[in-house]
């Protein structure tokens, strides 16, 4: 099995929602107007796997139409995402690098991937979602999709991922992860969708194992092996207390022999590479 680490865009946010230590009180406003002395950069990451179950594809990153010329550009951002969602993610894409270009230069075509999996639909992992609507799955958890639509997620942009032929799954039959939710995702078991709940209540980590033995994705759970190390979770939180228990989860793995990487989607230290399990 191979993880290709793919930069998809990046995001400039404000450092509370980085570094507020889990607290789910972060005051969105105020982060969506912090100067830029108060903010920080963070990529994107998007992980294209080559599995013996087939080619996937987890989460997309921003698409062009965020950042028509390669920078940030707040009046094609407003035109994808609320005011508020622009000014709080203040996102770009270098040219070359959304998904469908980064896809592309390595000869890739969306018919040829065997699914798209959605972790959570925040609009940095599902913006580029219409630019493969040629794969042969698209795949969101079921939890995601649901409350997306009621409640505090409602500042997300169902647009961005409502489209004809998406999978909904629900987490079922299997024991696994911080709250004993899981589904697989191919016949076998190799690879899973694996509830990580915290930072939204439906957040799908993704389990991909092989011979080798397994790696995980896991979102937003983290931004980088650092807060499972010390148990500091990041900024926002729909849930802080399920939050500091999905960390625990992501200890216990990261520390399993088998486990060959736990890979986060905002780490600025991951850089684009091969991982090979």
Known sequence: MKIHILDC????ISKDLLLGG???????????AAPESKRVTLPVHAFLVEHRA????????WSRAI???GVYDRAAVSKELPVHLAAMYRPYVPEG???????????????DLDAVIITHLDPDHVSGMRSLSGAKRI??????????????????????????GVERMFYRGRPLGPVGKAVEITEDGSVMYVNLPGHTDGQAGVVLKDKGGYAVIAADAAVSAANW???????????????????????????????KAVLCSHDKDLEPKVIEV
């Open 229 to 259: 190390e010390t148990m500091r979770a990041p900024g926002y939180a729909a849930n802080s207390g399920i939050q500091k228990r999905t960390l625990g989860w992501l200890a216990k793995t990261a520390n399993d022999p088998e486990c």
């Open 97 to 111: 690098m959304a998904v469908d270009e980064r896809l592309g230069t390595m000869g890739i075509k969306p018919s």
């Open 67 to 69: 950042s028509p010329k």
């Open 9 to 12: 865009g990046y995001i400039d």
């Open 54 to 61: 087939g080619l996937f594809l987890i989460d997309t990153g």
């Open 22 to 32: 889990g607290s789910a009180r972060v005051d969105l406003p105020k982060a969506a």
């Open 139 to 164: 795949i969101v958890p079921e939890d995601e999709a649901y409350w997306s639509v009621r409640t505090k997620y409602r500042l997300r942009q169902p647009r961005l991922w409502e489209m004809p």
